[in-house]
């Protein structure tokens, strides 16, 4: 699936956290500011995709049971560029991705549902450097049908006794920090 955003950061978010937001003063009470932004990933509403830019994306999310995990495919792992420790999102049933400026208690044109268990999750990002693979773009560098994703977005159970999640916004530690 495809997703934008023209406010510089995707995000993956439980919508019925968000149902008091429906027009941009709403929109900006909870989430102007990265203080705001940070309170929602502590309490695992919203699970930041954040590389900085503007733009359109390519976010495979996947979700896996305690018994199956998600994982990244072969394919996948032999393009992954870094992988983010794990966001904790809790679902009542279903995930939006969009961008940031599409967060809403309902889904917009341009963002995405994905059915995700009722509990508590661990989310896992990865960004993979799609355009390593031959044959991923077209003469124009634009990905070409079938290829990889920007984004693997892996959404498992979270064990008991899991240590502590990341509430960066910045969704990738920095090189060398």
């Known amino acids: 699936m495809a997703v934008a955003t023209d406010a510089g950061m995707l995000v993956l978010w439980d919508p019925e956290r968000f149902e008091a937001v429906v027009d941009d003063d709403s929109w900006e009470d909870e989430l102007l500011e990265d203080e705001d932004i940070v309170r929602h990933i502590q309490a ?34 032999a393009h992954q560029l ?39 999750h661990a989310v896992v990002v990865h960004l993979i450097d799609w355009s390593a693979e031959a044959g991923s773009q077209d003469d124009a560098g634009r990905p070409v049908p079938g290829a990889l994703p920007d984004f693997v977005v892996l959404i498992n159970p979270a ?19």
């Open 82 to 120: 870094v992988t983010a420790q794990p966001y904790l999102f809790v679902s009542r049933g279903r995930a939006l991705v969009g961008g940031i400026e599409d967060v809403r208690g309902d889904a917009s044109d341009g963002v995405v549902e994905h059915p995700v268990s009722e509990g508590r």
């Open 159 to 177: 064990q008991p006794g899991w240590g502590a999640f990341r509430t960066a916004v910045q969704t990738f530690e920095a090189p060398n920090g």
């Open 44 to 77: 695992g509403a919203l699970v930041p995709l954040n590389v900085g830019g503007d733009g359109v994306f390519g976010v495979l999310v996947r979700s896996g049971t305690s018994a199956a995990p998600a994982g990244l495919t072969e394919r996948e792992a």
